[in-house]
């Protein structure tokens, strides 16, 4: 082979590598939940580039994706209480990035988003909330504190990065500090278990003393009617009465009954007052009265 059809061969590879090359490096795709920063020998771009297939100056410009999607990482932080106890807080916190702040952050901001803004500003948020409590209100409302916590963090990130939420998975104590807040609780418990009893004591005296100042209203009422209404006892005599005349009725003055009624109640009424009184013998029957 000549040198010119070498040369000619060698031009030639090196065009379809330089096509190649260029080809590869004039495009890029920008994958879902994404956006890209244009960065172009050093400057960066207004504007984001939104995800799929686009095309760039090859060599001198690079496209940087960044995720827009909900993110969760897993933090702990170490806080002080009122009561200067050591606490530490197992925490999930979830974020995402918002179109409007793609390019800024990449401008301002080294690396993560998370690891350069979010993290630092929510551990911040949590000693805030934590110096203000003791140590046992935070093992107590633990919801108070996150919400505090979530409402500073997001004051001081400014929309930035949109913390969704904060988890809070775990509270760890010292094990001095449990045992003493275990024993609070314990006595505590003891105490209003002590205050519920003298509670109930106390309800069913007062109700023994309503039912016995009602007896004796009752009581009262029924004396006043009887004595306003001495035909009252008479009606309840009826009232109880089981159908059967009673053999002697009043004082002195007894009352007849014929003999065979008499024969007829005696197997019953072994015990009763009867008082007989023999009328003559054409007369047997009860007088009216």
């Not at 190649?20 to 050093?42: D, F, N």
């Not at 095309?55 to 690079?62: D, E, G, N, Q, S």
């Not at 029924?222 to 002697?248: H, M, S």
């Amino acid at each position: 082979m000549s040198s010119q059809s070498m040369a000619r061969a060698v031009g030639i590879a090196l065009l379809v590598f330089i096509a190649v090359l260029m080809a590869s490096s004039g495009t890029y795709v920008i994958q879902p939940g994404h956006r890209g920063v244009e960065v172009t020998l050093g400057k960066v771009s207004p504007a984001f580039k939104p995800e799929g297939f686009g095309l760039k100056t090859p060599l001198i410009t690079k496209i940087h994706s960044v995720p827009i999607r909900q993110q969760m990482m897993e933090e702990r932080a170490e806080c002080y209480s009122s009561d200067l106890q050591q606490i530490q807080i197992d925490l999930r916190i979830l974020y995402r990035v918002p179109e409007s702040s793609v390019v800024k952050l990449f401008q301002e901001y080294y690396g993560d988003p998370f690891s350069s803004l979010v993290a630092p500003r929510v551990h911040e948020a949590l000693k805030e909330v934590a110096a203000l409590q003791s140590a046992e209100l935070i093992v107590k409302n633990r919801d108070q504190i996150k919400a505090k916590a979530l409402e500073i963090a997001r004051k001081k990130i400014d929309n930035l990065v949109l913390v969704e939420d904060l988890v809070i998975q775990n509270i760890s104590l010292t094990k001095e500090l449990e045992h003493a807040i275990e024993a609070k609780m314990v006595q505590e418990q003891e105490a209003s278990k002590s205050k519920f009893l003298q509670q109930r004591a106390q309800i069913e005296a007062d109700t023994g003393v309503i039912q016995a100042k009602g007896e004796a209203e009752s009581i009262r009422i029924r004396g006043k009617a009887l004595k306003d209404n001495p035909a009252f006892v008479d009606l309840k005599i009826v009232d109880k009465w089981d159908g059967i005349i009673p053999l002697v009725i009043g004082g002195g003055e007894g009352l007849m009954l014929p003999l065979q009624d008499l024969e007829k109640l005696r197997p019953h009424k072994t015990n009763a007052n009867i008082h007989i009184q023999s009328p003559p013998a054409a007369q047997r029957r009860v007088p009216a009265r």
